[in-house]
């Protein structure tokens, strides 16, 4: 079992910035591969970014790309996602993500995921 937890959620202004962190505890001796999802009401969890075991991959969803960057540093068992130029389609919950089953690629669906984070709300004002 792996418990995540998300920070660095809050209130910007357009075209600021917020990093969120995703800490990991549990069974974190196995690697996983990590992603990022959102959510707004009424509407499905969404693909934000993904980032292999070794961190030496990425993935970014088309919306993103270009403003919001993934890294993680294993030592601390953390997974991060910086936002800049904040937009206020970006508001919604954010929430980590991990996979235990090893690919070759980032996977994109929810459902691919076995464990969760219970989320940060990002706010993004105009």
């Known amino acids: 079992q792996v418990q995540l937890v998300e920070s660095g959620g809050g209130l910007v202004q357009a075209g600021g910035s917020l990093r969120l962190s995703c800490a990991a505890s549990g069974r974190t001796d196995s690697s996983y591969g990590m992603g990022w999802f959102r959510q707004v009401p009424g509407k499905e969890r969404e693909f934000v970014g993904g980032i292999s075991r070794s961190g030496g991959s990425t993935y970014y969803a088309d919306s993103v790309k270009g403003r919001f960057t993934i890294s993680r540093d294993n030592a601390k068992n953390t997974v991060y996602l910086q936002m800049n130029s904040l937009k206020p389609e970006d508001t919604a919950v954010y929430y980590c993500?991990?996979?235990?089953?090893?690919?070759?690629?980032?996977?994109?669906?929810?459902?691919?995921?076995?464990?969760w984070g219970q989320g940060t709300q990002v706010t993004v004002s105009s």
């Open positions: 993500a991990a996979r235990s089953l090893w690919s070759n690629t980032i996977r994109l669906s929810p459902g691919e995921y076995d464990y």
